[in-house]
């Protein structure tokens, strides 16, 4: 072989070599930058277990959850077996040893009696208490701490080790805590979705007395003189009180709302005749978009009831739905009596008494939902009507629209 001929496959062994060693310097440096130091790697760990876990206990301290989240909680403290209980219950075992769990409530006891963590296990004595029974057996500690919500001790984490050292003592405490945490969230959970109903309540008790004395008036006028037209709006009134009274999900459509409003301003028509003018624009695009159930009607019932009826001559109300790329814009507009400013401003702040609680009601839960960036957007004066803007966002995986229940 030449020497020139050499020295090529010379380079090329070079080039090679030197483009595996940067392979593999790569692929370490990734690594490197990926999972960062024991410490950082740690940290991780511990911060993933506690996401999986406060997952499962969002919907409270209760069997599913506690059975989801104990593997997490463990895998957090670093112990060989971990129970969760209630206030009267073992709720949840992880780890070895099962056979400890039929000692847990007798340990949790106390705890839950006083509310202080405590200490089993070591001597003999502790040892059976703590559920040991063999001569080897490797549960020998357990640190009981209490699930504290307020005043309440609703349950208690109990860790099992070896031994029941300091450092597994500040720990079980520190994870009960935390679990304490994710107890009060469900309960703000479920506090928030009882308000949305008795607010909801209270939208639907705003229909009962005032529209439907009024509808009920105005069917009866016709029955004698148009019988059929009777008829229609008796079909009509039973079919939007229906949808009104029903049981019913936390989120309708925006086409059944409008459907629902439809129903609401023919009755109203039937009362007001020719006084009454409405318009719609609504584009079809945002027809299947998810809202809070009773949203919108109580938006145009205020447009009749506080803009219109105290207004002399012909009204207008106005409803428009737009399409923007992330939200729903609806509209509702009428140029009836309008409203002092900052008598707007005490009736969202709820300062006056039992009027426009619609207005303040719909504001309310929808800022609950969608955060106060969606709150009702209103302007309005006295003598230049009312211009009311609901913006809902078009994405809403978390809101499912159920099917009524009749």
């Known amino acids: ?195 949305m109903e008795a607010e909801v309540r209270a939208l639907r008790a705003q229909i009962s007395p005032h529209f439907i004395y009024n509808a009920l008036t105005a069917i009866a006028s016709y029955i004698l003189t148009d019988p059929a037209r009777a008829r229609e709006l008796l079909v009509e009134f039973a079919d939007f009180t229906r949808y009104s009274f029903r049981r019913h999900g936390d989120f309708t459509t925006l086409a059944e709302e409008l459907k629902s409003i439809d129903q609401y301003l023919l009755l109203e028509r039937a009362r007001f005749g020719e006084r009454l003018q409405v318009s719609l624009r609504i584009a079809p695009e945002v027809l299947g978009v998810p809202i809070p159930f009773l949203s919108l009607q109580p938006l145009v019932e205020n447009a009749v009831r506080h803009g219109l009826e105290a207004r002399e001559g012909t009204g207008h109300i106005s409803i428009t739905a737009e399409d923007s790329p992330h939200e729903a814009l609806v509209q509702i507009e009428d140029d009836g009596a309008g409203m002092d400013p900052e008598r707007l401003r005490e009736v969202l702040a709820g300062r006056a008494g039992g009027l426009h609680v619609g207005l303040r009601n719909v504001d309310a839960r929808l800022r609950q939902v969608y955060g106060d960036d969606h709150g009702l957007v209103i302007e309005t004066a006295p003598g230049h009507g009312t211009l009311v803007t609901v913006r809902v966002p078009k994405s809403q995986p978390e809101h499912e629209v159920r099917p009524p229940i009749d």
């Open 1 to 195: 072989m030449s020497p020139d001929a050499l020295t090529l496959v010379a380079l090329a062994l070079v080039l090679a070599a030197g483009v595996a060693v940067g392979a593999v310097a790569w692929r370490t440096w990734g690594s490197r930058r990926e999972f960062g130091s024991d410490a950082e790697r740690a940290s991780y760990t511990i911060l993933h277990s506690a996401a999986q876990a406060g997952r499962s206990l969002r919907g409270g301290l209760g069997p599913e959850g506690a059975a989801k989240a104990a593997h997490h909680l463990r895998s957090m403290l670093g112990a060989p077996a971990l129970a969760l209980t209630d206030d009267s219950r073992l709720l949840a075992w992880d780890g070895e040893s099962p056979a400890h769990a039929d000692a847990v409530m007798a340990l949790a006891a106390r705890t839950l009696a006083h509310g202080r963590a405590r200490v089993a296990g070591g001597d003999e004595v502790g040892c059976a208490a703590v559920g040991c029974t063999e001569a080897d057996c490797r549960l020998r500690g357990a640190v009981v701490a209490p699930v504290r919500v307020g005043a309440r001790v609703i349950g208690t984490v109990v860790a099992f080790s070896p031994s029941a050292g300091a450092g597994l003592v500040r720990a079980t405490r520190e994870v009960a805590d935390w679990v304490a945490a994710q107890a009060e969230l469900a309960e703000l959970d479920r506090s928030r979705t009882l308000l």
